[in-house]
């Protein structure tokens, strides 16, 4: 696979200009440096023992578990396009894609598929959620896009916790590894002041990595390790617990012991044991033997006097004892038996078994399922594809996606109605039925079938009903100018590296 991107002019929405190879920074092909691009750079993950932990929290169950992120990404009402347009600010660029033509995906209308193009999982108040997002080219093949409002929480203003995102997801499974999100930049308009014109996140990853099996190890490891792990209890022979004992010296969690106590109660007609008292009905009292009786549930040698209570209690009473109306008083008035029962004493024998799941290093992400190319200051009217996994319910109640698998629209882009909710003024929209769930999916112009690649031109910001029938009719992007290739070339320079496995 070719690791650095080749000089392009792409064809459509007039002539690009093609900038240099990715190296120690992105320029365009004059040389020149764009201006200055108010970034929001942050972490995601600490540090590589943090992302492990972070990987292995996300389970398939807790994958499945996770419901799409509808915070800021949908509107119904009848919408008219903005009066304020995107337009270029600057001479367009482009950075070429890399990828495999022969990665395996599905096929929908003879459509291939992107293997790049996957889910981004995180968490919210410790609930999980997920959104869409892709690989895109950058120098050290790790690099996600999503939506901004996917990577940083407005309403808390903070980042998003335990951030991953798994390419090609399906049903749960992750085919080509999971990569949790290391570093990110965001442009600093949407954390300030939550304008949705840069809603968009570029997210670096570390290496992938795959959960192979699991292994036995000692406490001490065990407590030292981030990742999933669990404890279980065996029972073992006395011998073996008195063996271990001997050689450590005593109870350890290699060998430890249990006392249970057990009561049964006599049959009927027998004595012996303990005797306990229990507190009985006045109709079970009547009925019990007399006193001095070796018969189980024999009376007690004495009852109880009789409570006088105020009516409130005497109402709500639901205890054996018998209530009755004395003298215009209210009483209750307990009953007793004894009975007898045997008492044993158990004891039982164990080793703590401590149990860690197990990794492997699956590679950078773009060494894996490549990375779309990147393009900026295109023609706001081309003709793009837009890949996601939309989930979520028409407005109307029709469920037509499931989220479980990628799904596509096409369409020539145009101006996005006004949003004034998002401070969306100069977006840009396609006609689309996709659902809340395709958020932060890319736009994708001059797709290649074959090669499963494009130039990435946008990302899903906003699922609109437009007319307010009550289905879902466009999906937006920000434009991407000249202020989106600054925050993507912040991004696509940084390193971020693998993480340790065992």
Same mark, same amino acid.
């Given at each position: ?225 981030? $990742?999933? &792990?669990?404890?279980? #209890?065996?029972?073992? *022979?006395?011998?073996? =617990?008195?063996? +271990?004992?001997?050689? @450590? ?71 054996? $004892?018998? &209530?009755?109306?004395? #003298?215009?008083?209210? *009483?209750?008035?307990? =009953?007793?038996? +004894?009975?007898?029962? @045997? ?160």
């Amino acid at each position: 696979m070719n690791t650095r991107a080749r000089h392009l002019i792409l064809p459509l929405g007039g002539a690009l200009i093609a900038t240099g190879m990715i190296g120690a920074t992105l320029t365009t092909s004059a040389g020149a440096e764009t201006k200055p691009t108010p970034v929001k750079s942050g972490k995601l993950a600490n540090n590589g023992t943090d992302a492990k932990a972070i990987a292995g929290a996300w389970t398939p169950s807790k994958l499945k578990a996770a419901t799409h992120y509808n915070e800021d990404s949908s509107l119904s009402a009848k919408l008219k396009a903005s009066t304020s347009k995107a337009s270029a600010d600057g001479k367009a660029g482009s950075i070429a894609p890399t990828g495999d033509g022969d990665k395996t995906a599905g096929t929908s209308k003879n459509v291939n598929l992107p293997t790049n193009v996957g889910k981004v999982f995180f968490q919210v108040d410790g609930k999980p959620y997920w959104c869409s997002g892709t690989s895109v080219q950058s120098k050290y093949h790790n690099l996600v896009a999503t939506a901004g409002h996917c990577v940083y929480d407005t309403d808390a203003n903070k980042y998003v916790d335990n951030f991953v995102f798994i390419p090609g997801y399906y049903q749960g499974k992750a085919p080509w590894g999971i990569y949790v999100g290391g570093k990110v930049n965001l442009h600093s308009d949407f954390t300030v002041y939550e304008d949705y014109d840069y809603d968009y996140a570029f997210v670096n990853v570390y290496n992938g990595i795959k959960q192979t099996g699991e292994k036995t190890v000692d406490k001490a490891t065990f407590d030292a390790y981030k $990742g999933p &792990k669990w404890a279980k #209890d065996v029972e073992i *022979t006395k011998d073996e =617990y008195q063996k +271990k004992v001997d050689e @450590k010296g005593g109870e350890t969690a290699d060998a430890w012991s249990k006392s249970t106590g057990s009561e049964t109660v006599l049959p009927w007609g027998t004595a012996g044991g303990q005797k306990v008292l229990k507190e009985v009905t006045k109709d079970d009292y009547d009925k019990a033997p007399a006193v001095n009786s070796k018969q189980n549930y024999a009376k007690a040698p004495a009852k109880t006097a009789t409570e006088y209570v105020d009516e409130v209690t005497y109402n709500s009473y639901k205890g054996p $004892g018998y &209530k009755k109306m004395v #003298d215009s008083a209210y *009483t209750i008035t307990h =009953y007793f038996v +004894k009975y007898w029962v @045997k008492k044993t004493t158990t004891v039982k024998y164990y080793k703590t078994v401590f149990t860690i799941k197990t990794f492997v290093d699956a590679g950078r992400l773009g060494d894996n399922v490549g990375g779309q190319g990147f393009t900026w200051n295109r023609s706001t009217k081309a003709k793009q594809f837009s890949f996601g996994y939309p989930t979520a319910s028409h407005l109307d109640g029709n469920k037509a996606y499931t989220g479980e698998t990628m799904k596509w629209c096409y369409g020539q882009t145009a101006a996005a109605p006004a949003v004034a909710k998002y401070k969306a003024e100069e977006q840009l929209a396609i006609k689309c039925a996709f659902t809340p769930g395709a958020t932060g999916g890319p736009f994708l112009i001059v797709y290649k079938n074959a090669n499963r690649t494009g130039y990435l031109n946008g990302v899903v910001s906003l699922t609109l009903d437009t007319d307010g029938n009550g289905r879902y009719d466009h999906i937006t992007t920000p434009y991407f100018n000249s202020d989106t290739y600054g925050v993507y070339k912040s991004a696509a320079n940084q390193w971020t590296g693998k993480l340790t496995t065992s």
